[in-house]
């Protein structure tokens, strides 16, 4: 059988189960399960029982609302690739847009010092190394089944990864971190019940909720900063779109900071917060 014979019923399975990119990820699936790049699909004469049979599984699994990139075990973010799987969040490609905040504001900097904090998969801090490789980068993880991946992501960047809250990482860097960055959790409690079925039933919660208005961890994550930037550093930190005047108001309230700013994502959505630390 051919790819695109595949395909076209492929992706009507994945829509029927309200999967949100269905083309998208019948065609991921299957360039997998062949082992080709996805854009060289049609070049593919024929695809065998044996490999029909593995698509099949995968598209059950992901019909039931498994994550894509469990299925895969791989996820890109930017210009680089992370191993993702049960236990650790899967990064979204929102939050790509902060990762490229967080590399403008340190890049012409001569050797800028740069803390990831709830690094998670390391996607953040990975990017950060990749793109700034004159600049020191930390990253901190509480989960331990997340951190496990973030040491595999890691691996071979210079990135000082260690396990600990962002509440009380980093003691010994006070005062001189040019760049905070941290996509923190953000979900309110109560919206439990609203969350994509591939991030409630897959993703760790201690990663997604954060208390009854969503923003417990921005004001740890405001504490924070306050304590490791140098005066001038900044901070920048990942929220729901709906937040898109509490979590700059978190910052505004506490008084200390210059520039407090929300951006959009590229749909149109507030999606980061980013703050300046007053002199």
Not at 43 to 50: A, D, K, L, N, S
Not at 191 to 213: I, K, N, Y
Request: hydrophobic fraction near 50%; include cysteine.
């Amino acid at each position: 059988m051919r790819p695109r014979q595949l395909l076209g019923a492929a992706a009507a399975r994945l829509a029927a189960a309200g999967v949100a990119s269905p083309d998208n990820d019948a065609a991921v699936l299957l360039a997998h399960v062949l082992d080709v790049p996805r854009g060289r699909l049609d070049m593919v004469r024929e695809v065998g029982e044996p490999e029909i049979a593995a698509y099949d599984a995968l598209l059950s699994r992901r019909a039931a609302r498994v994550p894509l990139q469990h299925l895969t075990g791989l996820a890109g973010f930017r210009y680089v690739e992370l191993q993702v799987g049960p236990g650790v969040f899967v990064p979204r490609p929102e939050t790509e847009l902060l990762a490229g905040w967080a590399v403008d504001a340190a890049a012409p900097l001569e050797r800028p010092v740069v803390v990831d904090l709830c690094t998670g998969s390391g996607a953040i801090a990975k990017a950060v190394a990749h793109e700034v490789p004159h600049a020191v980068v930390h990253a901190v993880e509480l989960d331990e089944d997340a951190i496990a991946w973030a040491a595999r992501n890691l691996a071979g960047t210079g990135v000082d990864l260690r396990s600990g809250s962002m509440a009380t990482a980093f003691d010994d860097l006070a005062g001189t971190v040019d760049v905070v960055v941290c996509n923190p959790p953000y979900i309110p409690l109560e919206a439990w019940e609203s969350v994509a079925p591939e991030a409630r039933d897959h993703d760790p919660h201690l990663a997604l909720f954060s208390g009854a208005d969503g923003l417990d961890a921005m004001r740890v994550l405001e504490r924070r900063a306050r304590l490791l930037l140098r005066p001038g550093g900044a901070v920048g930190a990942e929220h729901a779109d709906v937040q898109g005047e509490s979590a700059p108001g978190v910052f505004v309230a506490a008084g200390g900071w210059s520039d407090v700013r929300d951006h959009r994502d590229l749909a149109g959505r507030a999606r980061f917060v980013t703050a300046t630390l007053a002199g």
